[in-house]
């Protein structure tokens, strides 16, 4: 081995060097991961019960069928062309989101549509959304 016709003196500097180096890249490594969580501990599931469902298919007889996905307050949820125009079902307390525009960008307010269902109604139920125009995203505050 190298390290063996080496002065123990002389190795002392080059070893301590790649110490604080290996330190340096693993405290860096953990201030980022430490960074991706703390964005994503703003955004936290709705109650059980709160959900969005959309259609984007009719099945023999003609009915929508409908999907539903749990709420996660704050995030904006791409809604698929083939489900914009069929209006959504809403379930659970909450302000429910619908905008015309993309979930990317800052227009997402532009046009938008909310329907509120307050926590001392029945939250059991879903209730029907008709959508006004095609829709392209949805978020909901809870």
């Known amino acids: 081995s ?3 016709f080496c002065r123990p003196s002389a190795l002392a500097p080059a070893a301590m060097k790649l110490v604080n180096s290996a330190i340096a890249v693993l405290l860096a490594s953990l201030a980022l991961a430490d960074a991706s969580l703390l964005g994503r501990a703003g955004m936290q599931g709705c109650g059980p019960q ?16 409908f999907e539903c996905k ?3 307050d704050g995030e904006k949820v791409t809604i ?4 914009g125009g069929n209006g959504a079902k809403v379930c659970g307390p909450g302000n ?7 979930c990317g ?5 532009y046009k ?7 926590a001392s109604q029945s939250t059991t139920g879903c209730q029907e959304v008709n ?8 978020s909901v505050s809870c």
């Open 2 to 4: 190298v390290f063996l």
């Open 50 to 65: 709160t959900k969005v469902c959309l259609a984007g298919f009719k099945n023999a007889a003609g009915d929508l069928q």
């Open 70 to 72: 749990a709420a996660v």
């Open 80 to 83: 698929k062309p083939s489900e």
């Open 96 to 102: 429910f989101h619908f905008s015309p525009m993309q």
């Open 105 to 109: 960008g800052d227009k997402f307010d």
């Open 112 to 118: 938008k549509t909310t329907t509120s269902v307050e």
């Open 131 to 138: 959508f006004p125009y095609s829709m392209s995203c949805y």
